[in-house]
């Protein structure tokens, strides 16, 4: 799915919109690093070892289950 985006004015810079089904998908909700290429810009979660609630509960479940 392409999606042509305009930059939109921010203050006295420019920026541009990630739709919100994109910052769920790719887990962009805590932050995310931008890095250049040549060929274009690579958006990816922040790194962070801290977990979310969900996450944690999550990585519980998994342990357990490979348990059984």
Do not use: W
Request: proline share 6%; aromatic share 6%.
């Amino acid at each position: 799915m392409n999606q042509v985006q305009k930059p939109i004015r921010i203050g006295n810079s420019k920026g541009a919109r990630i739709p919100a089904h994109l910052i769920r998908s790719y887990h962009l909700e805590r932050g995310f690093v931008m890095k250049p290429f040549q060929d274009g810009i690579l958006i990816a979660p922040a790194d962070s070892s801290k977990l979310t609630l969900e996450e944690s509960f999550a990585a519980m479940a998994l342990d357990l289950s490979e348990l059984l």
